[in-house]
């Protein structure tokens, strides 16, 4: 049977990037698949509207206010694409290149397990061969989400396994879970929304998954300026005002007690993190690229879904 999948991207001012990206998709294998295109523009202006009317007509382009930024630009896609009706909604940052087979992967293996939302293998466009952000787990007593740094196509199982958390550069979601569950909470995330809405989707009963046959390689992300290299009124406004930095603390706050299994686990997770962030050993900070990291084949090994 044929399957629906509506594929949302919000865009701002990178034209070129957002072209990159929809002519990758364009040479997507769609063999089962009904795929239609959303983009919402956020306020560009540099021309990326008139630039994908003009090259992909068939492109529904939903007009931002320009304060969306990424979550709820991803919900106003989600919205209009659920007029539409589709069993699928894959919901992508414009800074991707897809592998041809990525999105069948992905379908097919929401269809072989009941109640999945799936993720691919997110690998670095420079360095193809290593994964970025993907398969982050829970560890209270390390502060939170431990992310991984020297994993590679071949530290990974062969087969889907179940996760904590999908990191949201790429993520496909049954409609039904939409409609369960609502869209993500761009009030306390305007940028991470992925950090609360994958496990709460967790928590009420769906399975979290990363097919390592769906390949999506992304762009690095851009390292921000360390903390104490900013000004003191530059720091204060990072830590404790814009919810838009990484470096803020309210939405590590956040990330903890809605991301943690519990809000008591939530709130160790964050008073170590705290800890560790004083004594200089953050497991996010650079100290933790030179860290022994067993490959995800060993640490997920109870996790792998038989098909």
Same mark, same amino acid.
């Given at each position: ?7 949302? %991207? ?10 990159? @990206? ?9 063999? /089962? +698949? ?25 492109? #529904?382009?939903?007009? /931002? ?32 290149? =897809? ?6 992967? %992905?379908?097919? &293996?929401?269809? &072989? ?7 691919? +293998? +997110? ?8 994964? =970025? ?36 550069? @790429? ?12 869209? %993500? ?32 390689? @992304? ?11 900013? #000004?003191?009124?530059? %720091? ?15 939405? #590590? =706050?956040?990330? @903890? ?5 519990? =809000?008591?686990? /939530? ?34 090994? /109870? ?5």
């Amino acid at each position: 049977m044929l399957k629906n999948v509506a594929i949302v %991207m919000p865009v701002h001012n990178r034209r070129e990037i957002t072209l990159q @990206c929809l002519r990758s998709l364009a040479r997507v294998e769609s063999r /089962g +698949l009904n795929i239609r295109i959303y983009i919402v523009d956020d306020g560009c202006t540099d021309g990326t509207s008139e630039a994908v009317k003009s090259e992909f007509p068939a492109v #529904r382009i939903v007009q /931002g206010t320009g304060e969306l930024w990424f979550t709820e630009g991803t919900n106003v896609g989600v919205r209009e694409a659920l007029k539409d009706e589709p069993d699928y909604v894959l919901m992508i940052n414009d800074d991707s290149v =897809f592998d041809p087979e990525f999105l069948i992967r %992905m379908v097919g &293996s929401a269809e &072989s397990n009941e109640r999945s939302v799936i993720g691919p +293998l +997110l690998l670095l466009w420079d360095t193809p061969h290593r994964l =970025f952000q993907v398969s982050p787990r829970w560890e209270t007593w390390a502060g939170g989400w431990r992310h991984w740094y020297n994993q590679t196509i071949w530290t990974v199982p062969d087969k889907p396994w179940e996760v904590d958390l999908i990191v949201g550069n @790429c993520v496909l979601v049954p409609v039904e879970a939409i409609r369960e569950n609502g869209l %993500m909470d761009s009030a306390r995330y305007p940028n991470f929304g992925d950090a609360e809405y994958t496990p709460r989707l967790k928590r009420k009963g769906w399975k979290l998954l990363i097919e390592p046959k769906a390949r999506v390689f @992304c762009q690095p992300n851009e390292i921000p300026s360390r903390v104490r290299s900013l #000004r003191a009124k530059e %720091m204060i406004n990072a830590l404790f005002v814009n919810l838009h930095h990484p470096h803020n603390l309210r939405r #590590r =706050f956040y990330s @903890c007690i809605d991301g943690g299994p519990t =809000f008591l686990h /939530g709130a160790v997770a964050f008073t170590v993190f705290m800890l560790r962030l004083v004594l200089r050993r953050n497991v996010e900070a650079a100290a933790a690229v030179g860290e022994g990291e067993p490959p995800l084949s060993e640490t997920f090994r /109870g996790a792998v879904v038989g098909r």
